[in-house]
């Protein structure tokens, strides 16, 4: 999390910005909401119950977009909807949050999932005319 006055990152257990003095409190009080949201969404995810966790995920996103797992959560759901793209988009969010991130592994995965269908003969008439070889 980065201070919204002057893009200051925020150290764990600071009431106040270390460079401009801000009030950390408010926005402490948002993320823990949007954490709670978040922990709501990925317990309705183990549960299978997608639909709910979708709802919960973007509640914690409309409080903060600057958590890669809040992403990461949106890409496996829309993922798990058929929207490749869209995973796909909100995977590259998270890793730009977290680089070294999950994010990495999911991208990479769906690539190679991609490239997969796009080989299956059965899905591909023009290879599926050729003989084996
Ligand atoms: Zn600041």
Redesign the pocket.
């Known amino acids: 999390m980065r201070?919204p006055?002057?893009r200051?990152e925020y150290r764990s257990g600071a009431v106040l910005?270390r460079?401009?003095?801000?009030d950390w409190s408010p926005l402490l009080a948002v993320l823990d909401q949007a954490l709670a949201y978040h922990r709501r969404a990925l317990a309705a995810f183990e549960g299978g119950d997608y639909a709910l966790a979708a709802e919960a995920n973007d509640q914690a996103l409309n409080l903060t977009q600057d958590q890669d797992s809040f992403h990461q959560l949106r890409g496996q759901l829309l993922f798990l909807a058929g929207d490749f793209s869209g995973a796909a988009q909100a995977w590259r969010r998270a890793l730009r949050l977290a680089p070294d991130g999950e994010a990495q592994r999911l991208l990479q995965g769906l690539q190679e999932l991609l490239l997969a269908v796009a080989g299956d003969v059965s899905l591909n008439p023009t290879i599926g005319s050729q003989a084996p070889l």
Do not use: I
Not at 19 to 22: T, Y
């Open positions: 201070c006055v002057c200051a910005c460079r401009c003095g801000l």
